[in-house]
């Protein structure tokens, strides 16, 4: 595990999941806002203070736009494993380098500590600088540690991003076989077929499982109907999938609208989404595409 780059995984999470992830942290925006329509995703780094000094490279800023048009919610992930490298400062500097770039969005540092140990010392959670009634500062952050969640109470989410992270939550050690049951089994029901296979490494990583204890999983459950649905999908040709990467694609460049998962495009035939494919090359109207995709699961059209 010490040549892993936990901070590269869970960027590449949410990346590969950006509005699960924002439900899930943050579901109040949805609430407030409304659907998500458009993501950005901006990798710059903040400035130096000097040349010499290491590079601030600010954890994936995802830059949300929402249904009215008006109203940008710009998030700030910091990944720590290690709390004794995260600095509530540089979180600030980072923070304001980003709201001087984006005035017309509201700004949301957040801070994920992913090690599973409980703490003897917790971490600065807010600044405040007061003169007298005068309040000069006040900096806070939302605050997130996976190990103060218990896995068991999130068997039922269907939120991909949380069945992916069951094994950093806690459990009892007699649990630990049924919430790896639960990762894999939620991560097969609610994410595409790519990201099924890509996650199921981010399972093993941080269930911590080695070659052995993969066999004696298997073998547990491979009676389960999930687990023989799991490889059965293993073993299938991912023809789907291509022509949904593919409609995820033009999706994103043509509409700027994401295209989730496979549900989506339940229902539809192969042949069906290469018709879809060539339609929304030829089609400049969000809208009618939902049409086409409605009339064609119904059966109205020819």
């Not at 204890?213 to 999930?226: A, G, P, Y």
Request: hydrophobic share 40%.
């Amino acid at each position: 595990m010490t040549n892993i780059s936990h901070d590269q995984n869970f960027k590449n999470l949410f990346l590969d999941f950006p509005v699960d992830a924002l439900k899930w942290i943050l579901p109040e925006t949805i609430r407030t806002f409304g659907p998500v329509v458009k993501i950005d995703f901006s990798r710059q780094e903040s400035k130096k203070d000097k040349l010499s000094d290491p590079h601030l490279a600010l954890d994936i800023p995802i830059l949300y736009t929402f249904r009215d048009g008006r109203r940008l919610l710009l998030w700030l992930m910091e990944f720590q494993e290690d709390k004794s490298k995260f600095s509530i400062y540089k979180l600030l500097r980072y923070t304001t380098d980003k709201m001087e770039a984006y005035p017309d969005a509201l700004v949301v540092p957040t801070v994920i500590f992913t090690d599973r140990r409980q703490w003897t010392k917790d971490v600065a959670r807010c600044l405040d600088a007061r003169l007298n009634d005068r309040v000069l500062l006040r900096f806070e952050y939302v605050f997130l540690k996976l190990f103060d969640y218990w896995a068991r109470d999130y068997f039922d989410s269907r939120n991909p991003v949380v069945k992916i992270l069951l094994p950093k939550m806690r459990y009892e050690p007699e649990e630990r076989w049924e919430v790896i049951r639960q990762a894999y089994v939620g991560l097969y029901q609610l994410a595409s077929r790519a990201l099924f296979e890509k996650y199921t490494d981010f399972i093993d990583i941080y269930a911590e499982i080695d070659e052995s204890e993969r066999d004696q999983i298997l073998r547990e459950m491979e009676d389960r109907e999930e687990t023989i649905m799991i490889k059965q999908v293993l073993k299938e040709e991912g023809l789907q999938e291509g022509h949904f990467n593919m409609l995820s694609r033009v999706m994103l460049k043509k509409y700027r609208r994401p295209l989730h998962d496979m549900k989506t495009l339940k229902g539809l035939r192969p042949e069906d989404q290469l018709e879809l494919l060539d339609f929304m090359l030829d089609c400049d109207s969000f809208s009618e595409i939902e049409e086409w995709i409605r009339r064609r699961k119904s059966g109205n059209m020819t």
